[in-house]
């Protein structure tokens, strides 16, 4: 290896940890920020719902597209709303290609007779996929608020009267709500992905609500002031993650996001990982187009501080940590051939700190979050131990997909809105196989992923004759991380 290649691998190598190190110094922030909150919701103006003049005329649309396994649990549960019927409408925006729009529009008939007003609304094709959905459903939206829940969530039935009441400040432009997860422990993918999940509607939403900083409307389980969705520019399905998008657009124009850790809205998590693969795969592609799209608006707006622009960069290059962990794991076995061939080079091993550092920062700051929802006794935190590791080892196997998906935002590749399969299962004893909406293909990334495995592997075993086992502990984590992610693939088909 020559010295000019190890030169260029080294400084690839120190970018891309420093740029982790900035992100776990940003998650640090909004930690203190999070830890120092005192929540503001007893002081806020709030809508007096006993008071019949100040019930507000709410729209909840449900955008759907072939939920057969959901679609009449959703329904059930959001006829079950608690709010005067007279200021509530509801919107199917069902884009389905198959037989559940039959059985939909028959349930949906029930309902009508019990004097609900609920409407199926269809469309003759699916432009702009979910953003398009929205938008047209918004043309004709007689609610002066539009809460939105995808097909797999199932809000409590005063979930309204929770979050409407918060819009009587005028300059709040949204409410988003918690998710829960009905099927956290059913397996260790989806505790894995809850783990995950609870970091960002905790440490991440509150963090950067409670300094003002821009958060994200989440697709679903919260609620829009209609004029700020129309202010905003509306719906625009350019990218893959349309709520970011919009959500971006409205904060820059002024618009405030109030976030409610306290109200939980129940969903379910893929359960299987080639359901997992297409939601990570939409959501960190969007985030990268998102961040193409944005980020110069963040950084050019006059109305919002430094601080705020920081953590908003930040924001939007969050699923861009993908690629550079990946670079990191990638040029780590090389790096070690490097600090043992030329010896003047020793002082790059230092850089690993940074690394070291990053994962003690997010490892303290994701036990608060951990704790906040699962309690904080001795066995939680066992239990967190294991727990977080797992996480760190499968979301390093996921790094490679989830890469693609940002280098393709990046560069501007387009690509269809492929919707994570829902399977209204909880349990075990209950059986995801012959889901007919899940992918029957193998993911042409698994042969890379198996190669990835024994790729560290072969780190891990070069270890031994180099005398250096500085870095064995990473590679022992990606040759699991990847190893799971090639055998889940393998294995989890219908």
């Known amino acids: 290896m020559g010295l000019?290649?190890?030169?260029?691998?080294?400084?690839?190598?120190?970018?891309?940890l420093l740029l982790i190190f900035f992100y776990s110094l940003a998650q640090l922030n909004l930690l203190v920020n999070y830890l120092g909150y005192k929540r503001r919701n007893q002081n806020a103006p709030k809508f007096n719902l006993m008071d019949p003049k100040e019930i507000p005329m709410v729209t909840i649309q449900l955008p759907v597209y072939n939920e057969e396994y959901v679609m009449e649990r959703l329904l059930e549960n959001i006829a079950k709303i608690e709010y005067?019927?007279?200021?509530?409408?509801?919107?199917?925006?069902?884009?389905?290609?198959?037989d559940t729009v039959i059985e939909t529009a028959k349930q949906i008939k029930t309902l009508q007779e019990t004097g609900l007003d609920i409407q199926h609304i269809r469309r003759e094709n699916r432009q702009g996929f979910k953003a398009g959905a929205l938008k047209e459903g918004l043309e004709i939206a007689k609610g002066e608020f539009v809460a939105i829940f995808d097909a797999?969530?199932?809000?409590?039935?005063?979930?309204?009267?929770?979050?409407?009441?918060?819009?009587?400040?005028?300059e709040i432009g949204v409410v988003q709500t918690r998710w829960g997860h009905i099927n956290r422990d059913y397996s260790v993918l989806t505790r894995i992905q809850a783990f995950?999940?609870?970091?960002?509607?905790?440490?991440?939403?509150?963090?950067?609500?409670?300094?003002?900083?821009f958060i994200n409307f989440n697709g679903t389980a919260g609620i829009w002031r209609k004029e700020c969705i129309l202010d905003a520019g509306n719906w625009e399905g350019d990218t893959l993650t349309e709520d970011l998008d919009l959500s971006y657009r409205a904060q820059l124009k002024d618009w405030k996001f109030k976030y409610l850790e306290d109200v939980e809205t129940p969903a379910e998590l893929?359960?299987?990982?080639?359901?997992?693969?297409?939601?990570?795969?939409?959501?960190?592609?969007?985030?990268?187009?998102?961040?193409?799209?944005?980020?110069?608006?963040?950084?050019?707006?006059?109305?919002?501080?430094?601080?705020?622009?920081f953590?908003?960069?930040?924001?939007?290059?969050?699923?861009?940590?993908?690629?550079?962990?990946?670079?990191?794991?990638?040029?780590?076995v090389p790096f070690m051939f490097i600090k043992n061939m030329y010896v003047h080079l020793d002082w790059a091993y230092s850089l690993l700190n940074f690394f070291i550092i990053s994962t003690i920062i997010l490892f303290v700051c994701y036990w608060f979050t951990y704790r906040s929802i699962q309690g904080s006794s001795f066995d939680n935190f066992v239990d967190y131990i294991k727990l977080f590791f797992t996480f760190f080892s499968v979301a390093l196997g996921f790094s490679l997909h989830n890469s693609i998906a940002v280098l393709e935002g990046h560069m501007g590749k387009r690509s269809e809105f492929v919707r994570t399969p829902k399977f209204n299962i909880s349990s075990l004893t209950e059986s995801w196989k012959g889901n007919k909406y899940l992918a029957k293909k193998l993911s042409p990334n698994m042969i890379?992923?198996?190669?990835?495995?024994?790729?560290?592997?072969?780190?891990?075993?070069?270890?031994?004759?180099?005398?250096?086992?500085?870095?064995?502990p990473f590679h022992f984590m990606l040759f699991l991380g990847f190893g799971f992610v090639f055998f889940k693939s393998l294995t989890a088909r219908a």
Not at 85 to 97: A, M, N
Not at 152 to 170: E, G, Q
Not at 313 to 323: A, C, E, G, Q, T
Request: proline residues 3%.
């Open 448 to 472: 890379l992923e198996a190669a990835l495995m024994l790729y560290f592997l072969f780190g891990m075993y070069s270890s031994i004759p180099l005398n250096d086992f500085g870095l064995f």
């Open 311 to 332: 953590h908003g960069v930040m924001h939007l290059l969050n699923s861009s940590m993908f690629l550079c962990v990946f670079i990191v794991a990638l040029l780590s």
């Open 196 to 213: 995950a999940l609870d970091a960002h509607f905790t440490l991440e939403q509150v963090g950067r609500n409670a300094k003002g900083h």
């Open 84 to 98: 005067p019927k007279s200021k509530l409408e509801i919107q199917v925006l069902d884009d389905s290609t198959d």
């Open 152 to 170: 797999d969530f199932l809000p409590d039935s005063d979930w309204l009267k929770k979050t409407v009441i918060y819009f009587k400040d005028p």
């Open 270 to 309: 893929p359960v299987v990982i080639s359901a997992a693969r297409s939601q990570q795969f939409r959501w960190n592609k969007g985030g990268a187009e998102n961040f193409r799209k944005s980020v110069w608006s963040v950084i050019s707006a006059r109305n919002i501080s430094f601080k705020t622009k």
């Open 4 to 16: 000019t290649i190890a030169y260029i691998i080294l400084a690839i190598y120190s970018i891309a």
